[in-house]
């Protein structure tokens, strides 16, 4: 058994798409003793629009119920996954001031569950859930299937952050002149335009109207910003 779920997770961080990676990882979990395996990811940063990742093979009617009655405005086990890292059981406190969302869930067989969130730098929050129809979650059980929701997650979210980063255009870079380049180096080192101008051997204005030219095309406000845009673009 042991050597049959090590290779299932061989697969699942082999699978180069999120899809099959899923359905992998739903074959997992079912062999560890859970009816249902639940994967989704949203941003706060980079609005995925119709792109919203979510899987998950939860009964339809609680996924209708779930969608048509604006349950994820008040789910708390997803309110804590928006906030922490940490896992979470569903425990039946978690759910004391939403008793008809608990009422609907145990009804359709989401008795006993577990979920946990991965936060990655680019903004994008993942949650797996493990569910079961029947026996609670004991503490070893979970302690002992954490570390295998946690290495799935991050394959997951993973995925999902590479196939956005692929979609997203990449950030433009405005074209700056050799002038300007030279007068924003001069800039980033603490050169005043005056200085700037004795150096290039250039008249101050001149140096003033090539830093007014890279403020305009950075879209900034300020000589600092500008300098700071083109040292974060690699332009200088």
Excluded at 92 to 98: C, H, P, R, T, Y
Excluded at 133 to 161: C, F, K, M, Q
Aim: aromatic share 8%.
């Amino acid at each position: 058994m042991e050597m049959w779920k090590e290779s299932q997770l061989r697969k699942i961080l082999e699978a180069k798409d999120v899809k099959p990676a899923y359905e992998i990882s739903l074959k997992l979990a079912q062999s560890l003793g859970f009816n249902f395996c639940a994967f989704s990811i949203t941003s706060p940063v980079v609005m995925l629009h119709h792109d919203t990742v979510s899987f998950n093979n939860y009964p339809v009617d609680w996924n209708t119920t779930y969608e048509h009655g604006h349950f994820g405005d008040i789910d708390p086990i997803l309110a804590h996954c928006n906030q922490s890292e940490l896992p979470i059981l569903w425990d039946e406190k978690f759910f004391a001031n939403v008793p008809e969302l608990r009422q609907t869930q145990k009804k359709q067989g989401l008795q006993f569950g577990w979920s946990q969130s991965i936060h990655d730098r680019s903004g994008l929050r993942s949650m797996f859930s493990l569910a079961r129809s029947n026996e609670p979650i004991t503490a070893d059980e979970w302690y002992g299937h954490l570390g295998y929701a946690i290495l799935i997650n991050r394959h997951l979210n993973g995925l999902v952050a590479q196939k956005l980063r692929q979609r997203l255009p990449a950030a433009s870079t405005p074209h700056l002149s050799t002038r300007e380049i030279e007068i924003l180096k001069l800039s980033a080192d603490g050169k005043t335009a005056c200085e700037c101008s004795m150096i290039l051997n250039i008249a101050e204005r001149t140096v003033n109207f090539h830093v007014r030219s890279a403020i305009q095309k950075f879209g900034v406000n300020n000589k600092i910003a500008a300098v700071i845009k083109a040292v974060r673009a690699g332009a200088i």
